[in-house]
């Protein structure tokens, strides 16, 4: 006797591409138990390894702390308000708008965020246009609601290519989602390239009738190197969206607690909020974990300090440099998305299982949406990358199979 498990499930459960990055990590850990830690050289996670800032931590003992009655209670799904009106002053201070409490919904992560976003906005078959290369989970989160993603090729730098977006969008055309700096390459978006996009978005919507919204993924807007900065959306086009997280700026993945924002300006803000509340609560998470959002209430604009990544960045560019690999150089968060060698083509699977071969783990780029490249995520120790270096030139210097 078999049971009902959905075809669409057993299909991407045997697809090599699906989860890739967690399945190499899977993998990491089976390596190291054979060969040692310090033999496994592990670029496979984007798991940020910044300890929180004291700030952080001193709110959770503050938080802790709190015995008074109702302390554990539910709240409304849309969260505290005085954790939305804390939110709401971060995104005031970065978009450069006013933004008040009535513009953000308190949500499980940015993951929760992004889905909910797209559930308020989305009809069976209708599409979110997103630039390749993009985070794998995107296209989950689109067909979890009956919908269709819509990769559109960057330029070679990684650039937004908005004369192929503008093609790619038609009436079925429900968001565009943009995630700067971005995962897997680490590119920022310029202000020009924002500016370019919002009027095309604007252009399309007045020609149409119906203004896709603008779902801008931001996790990693304060991991920026090399005096680059994460130009604002709100500004220039109502129907931005912002959805961010705690996870790599604060360093708290494990914790679950992000948010939505949209503009202020937006016409229809209202219901977009109703919308996305409701589209949160009935996806199963009822609302975001009460002791985090006290804890991000109090702590969202702890200085970090992010020169150790910076660090790792410089070093890794310099092993891929010895090795021959070509890249573009990251202005942000923590990963390098690199070209496979000559000698392989663009099978990105094929030179991931070589260098897996030689002990490095990395996701291949087919999960990303672009074939040919690979993904390294340098949040690692500085020893990791450095005693990585003969493997990767060996890697690269392997002819293919």
């Known amino acids: 006797m078999f049971g009902m498990i959905s075809e669409y499930f057993k299909n991407l459960l045997n697809d090599k591409t699906a989860s890739a990055i967690r399945k190499m990590f899977e993998e990491g850990k089976i390596l190291k138990a054979k060969y040692g830690e310090d033999k496994v050289y592990d670029f496979s996670l984007g798991n940020p390894d910044l300890d929180p800032p004291k700030e952080v931590l001193d709110a959770i003992k503050e938080v802790a702390q709190d015995q008074s009655h109702g302390a554990h209670a539910y709240m409304s799904n849309a969260g505290y308000d005085s954790c939305r009106a804390a939110m709401a002053q971060k995104e005031s201070q970065e978009q450069g ?18 889905s909910s976003a797209i559930k308020a906005l989305i009809m069976p078959g209708e599409e979110v246009v997103v630039p390749s290369p993009f ?35 038609n009436k079925k055309t429900v968001a565009v989602i943009i995630n700067s700096p971005n995962n897997p390459t680490g590119k920022i978006y310029s202000a020009a390239e924002i500016r370019e996009l919002c009027s095309a978005l604007k ?61 202020p300006a937006n016409p229809e803000k209202a219901e977009f909020v109703a919308a996305a509340t409701m589209a949160f609560r009935i996806s ?17 604009n702890a200085p970090v300090d992010y020169s150790s990544y910076l660090k790792r960045r410089d070093l890794l560019m310099d092993v891929l440099d010895n090795a021959g690999i070509e890249y573009v150089r990251p202005q942000g968060a923590f990963y390098i998305f690199a070209k496979v060698p000559p000698a ?16 490095i783990l990395c996701a291949p780029g087919k999960g990303f949406g ?20 003969e493997a990767f030139y060996k890697a690269a210097h392997s002819e293919r199979q």
């Not at 708008?97 to 992004?114: P, Q």
């Not at 199963?284 to 109090?298: E, L, R, S």
Request: net charge negative; glycine share 6%.
């Open 135 to 169: 985070f794998a989970e995107y296209t989950h989160y689109a067909h979890n609601h009956g919908g269709v993603l819509v990769p559109v090729p960057t330029k070679k730098d990684f650039s937004l290519d908005v004369d192929a977006i503008k093609a790619a969008l």
């Open 370 to 389: 672009m074939k040919g490249y690979f993904r390294i995520a340098y949040c690692v120790p500085e020893k990791t990358i450095v005693n990585s270096r």
């Open 284 to 300: 199963g998470c009822v609302n975001a974990p009460a002791f985090f959002q006290k804890v991000v209430a109090k702590s969202w």
């Open 97 to 114: 708008v006013k933004v008040d409490a009535s513009c953000v919904i308190m949500t499980v992560g940015a993951a929760s965020a992004i």
């Open 203 to 263: 252009e399309f919507g007045k020609a149409n009738g119906r203004y896709p919204y603008l779902i801008c993924d931001e996790p990693y807007r304060s991991i920026v190197y090399d005096g680059a900065t994460v130009p604002p959306v709100f500004p220039e086009y109502e129907y931005a969206v912002i959805v961010t997280s705690f996870a790599k700026n604060l360093s708290l993945p494990g914790e679950r607690v992000g948010y939505i924002c949209v503009n």
């Open 344 to 359: 392989f083509g663009d099978d990105d699977t094929a030179f991931v299982e070589v260098l897996e071969k030689n002990l």
